[in-house]
Every structure is written in C-alpha cells, then in structure tokens.
C-alpha cells in the first residue's frame, strides 16, 4: 500500500498557504533571537563566546538566515561577544545574516558602524520603540515624541549605512492610525525592514493575521513602496502558550521573516519557540531545511543557556518519543517487523523521529505487554525465552513507573541467579 493511503490528512482540506513570490522580497525566513531576546529570560545563564559560536554553528547548519547577536547597548561585554561572532561568521563565510537588537537612541547604533566597518559586512540594526497606549500613558510619552526618536535613529542608521528593522514593540495592542503613522514615517526614512510584535504574549492567531494585513494592504502600500520591497518580521512571545500557533498564522498571513528562540527561552513565560515552529513548517511543507541535527542544537541550548527541557516538550523531550504502554509499543513492533521505518515513526506518532536525528524507544512498565519486553530483549541482545518474559512481566506490574534499562538489566541478572 502506498504511503499516503495510509494517513488521512485532514489538515490540508479546504487549506492552502497562496504566497505570491514576486510580492515579497524572498521566501520565509527565520531569524533566531536565542542569544539577545533569549538571554532576557530571568532563569538564563549567558553563554561563554565559545558555547555561543557553537551555537551559530548549528544555526548555520539547520539553514536559519537571519540571527540576533546581541544588545550592544547592554555594555562592552555584551560587544566583545557581538565581535568575536562576527568574526567567526565571516571567517567562515556563512549564510546567516547577522543583526543586533538597538534602543532607538543613536549611542546603540553606534557601535555598530564601527563593527561594520570592521568586517565589511552588514549588520541588521533591529531599533525598537514601544507605541501601545499602555506604554505611551506609562512612560508619559506621546506620538510627537516617538516619531521624533525613530526619526533620529534611523536617520543616523541609514546615513551610515545600517540596513534598519524598524520595530514596534507591543504592535498587537497599538492604535492601527499610530502603527501606521510611525512605520510610514520609518519606511519614508529608509527602513526596509518592519518587524510587527507580539511583545506581552497577548495577541491570538485571528488577531495575527488581522494585524498583518492591515500592514500589508494599508501600511505599506500608502507609505508609497510596494510590498516586495519591504521584509515584514514577526515576533511573538508565549505569555499565552500561543507563539508556536501565532507563528504559523503569520506565515499563513504573509511574514517574510518568522522570529523564535531555541525552547522558547525568553522573558517571563519566554518566546516563540523556533524549534517547534520550524518543525510543524516543515511537516506543512513549507520549507525544506535539514532538521536532523535541530535536536542536537536544542540539546545544546538546553546546556548552555540552562534553559529547561521538559521530558514531555514537544518532538526534543526525553519522553517524546518513548512508550511503555502495551498497545502503543504492540503497534510500533508490528511496524519495525516489517522493516518499514516510515511506518514505525508514524504509528502512534505525528511527527516522525528520523527527521529529526531521534528514534522510537519502547520501555517496559506497569502498563507494558510481553511485546514490550520481547522488543527490549531482542534490542538488547539477550536471548528470548518464555520464563525470562515472563518473569520480566510479573516484575514490570508491580512497578508505578517505566523501568530503567539499568534496572530491567538487574532484573535479568537476579532472573539468572535464581
């Protein structure tokens, strides 16, 4: 039987993604805030120059274009880092397009001119400006005093060469008249690149792709440029578990670039995360990036940023693809025993291990059959007999959790000195 005769898809009924290429300035894109936005999580720990460059590494590897390095106006050790990234990135002539998060104030861009200069290469300045009311009342400004700011910064960016991301922080609560008014301004100034923000966490899918086309049918069109020539980013958060789904509502709608981080880690409940985002884009088929080392990456994430890593987070958690549950591991065997790995993987399963460097694990337990056992007997080169499976499973009922390999191999040895 034919592969797709085996799963019914019902989410590609009555649903299409339509991107007209010839309207935007390239395909979907993704830009990794891992090491700024990242960082801003309370419970991060900021990695060493090299675990960061490691880090790159991988970002290269997995196809991502565009990445944060920094905030250089945090201080001068915040910069020798953003140096020696650029240094390796250039070195080794990467693909990823590196950028820095910037305050609209022109002593954050600055440094910038200087490390362009340096490495002859563009440096993305992201120049970000709160415009929701909320902000406005708190901090007792109003949209005299933000266009006058944008106005200053992006002036000196583009005068000295920085290609600029204008960002709207808090855009999913801003006035749309002051949203427009203020990228109308930034685009008339030179800033090719908008990046749209879901700063608080608060907006929904339907409120993603309303947003987006107010900028894409109204902003960007009366700002007198046509959409090709403008990158539009998006930037959400998970204050309402809603980043991963917010993501791929604004590549639904149109995004050119979709920003995330590695677990999500961020800020209060943390960002979108990149690594769930880039793997339900590719299960869509969406993109075609080489996923198999994405586990790897957030392995490392997990390591150095000391971001948590739940054992039941999706696809990357220790717990994503293991089952001690007789049924479950029963149907999983029957697949292996056709030596079909396609089937294995996606039997109880729907995201297939393989694509992302991972394999199916089958544990014995309280809820475990003989199947479960026989699988782990085989696997582990013991020899199958009635009385060891039987043993096993008279042992793994009276368990209240899955079994460790360490422990099932104990039980094995006390089996033969009986």
């Known amino acids: 039987m034919k592969e797709s005769e085996l799963i019914y898809d019902w989410n590609t009924i009555d649903y299409e993604i339509k991107r007209i290429s010839s309207q935007h300035p390239h ?3 993704f830009d990794d805030e891992t090491l700024r936005d990242g960082l801003q999580s309370p419970s991060a720990r900021n990695p060493t120059i090299k675990q960061k460059i490691e880090l790159i590494d991988y970002m290269e590897k997995l196809g991502i274009q565009k990445v944060d390095l920094g905030l250089p106006g945090a201080g001068i050790f915040h910069i020798e880092h953003i140096d020696s990234m650029l240094s390796h990135i250039t070195e080794k002539s990467y693909d990823l397009r590196p950028g820095c998060a910037v305050r609209t104030v022109v002593s954050d861009i600055e440094p910038l001119v200087n490390l362009q200069a340096k490495y002859e ?13 909320i902000r406005q009342y708190t901090e007792g400004w109003d949209m005299q005093r933000i266009i006058s700011t944008a106005e200053k910064a992006v002036t000196f960016a583009v005068d000295n060469d920085i290609p600029v991301m204008f960002v709207t922080e808090d855009t999913t609560r801003s006035k749309p008249e002051e949203i427009k008014e203020v990228y109308t301004r930034a685009i008339e100034l030179g800033a090719d690149r908008i990046c749209i923000c879901d700063t608080c966490g608060h907006v929904t899918p339907n ?15 009366d700002s007198g440029v046509k959409r090709r020539d403008i990158e539009v980013n998006w930037h959400g958060h998970q ?3 809603l980043g991963v789904a ?11 670039v979709i920003h995330g981080t590695a677990l999500g880690v961020g800020e209060r409940a943390g960002n979108a995360p990149l ?4 793997v339900n884009l590719s299960l869509m088929g969406v993109i075609k990036n080489d996923l198999t080392s994405l586990n790897e990456y957030v392995q490392k994430a997990h390591e150095y940023i000391e971001v948590a890593l739940p054992r039941n987070y999706p696809v990357f ?10 049924v479950h591991a029963s149907a999983v065997v029957k697949a292996m025993k056709k030596g079909d790995d396609w089937l294995a993987d996606r039997i109880y399963s729907g995201v297939p291990a393989q694509d992302y460097g991972l394999e199916q694990v089958i544990r014995i337990g309280h809820m475990s059959g003989r199947s479960n056992i026989t699988w782990w007997l085989n696997k582990n080169d013991y020899q199958i007999t009635d009385d060891l499976v039987a043993y096993l499973f008279d042992i793994a009922k009276k368990q209240r959790r899955l079994m460790k390999d360490s422990e099932v191999h104990m039980a094995i040895s006390e089996w033969k000195n009986l």
Do not use: H
Request: aromatic content about 6%; cysteine-free.
């Open 27 to 29: 395909d979907v894109w």
């Open 121 to 133: 290469t563009q440096i993305q300045a992201s120049a970000f400006l709160g415009t929701s009311p």
């Open 207 to 221: 409120g993603v792709k309303k947003l987006l086309a107010f900028i894409q049918e109204e902003v960007i069109p």
């Open 239 to 241: 204050d309402r578990g």
């Open 246 to 256: 917010n993501n791929l509502a604004a590549v639904e709608a149109g995004a050119d």
């Open 275 to 278: 690594d769930q985002t880039l």
């Open 317 to 326: 958690g220790k717990d994503a693809f293991e089952t001690g549950t007789g």
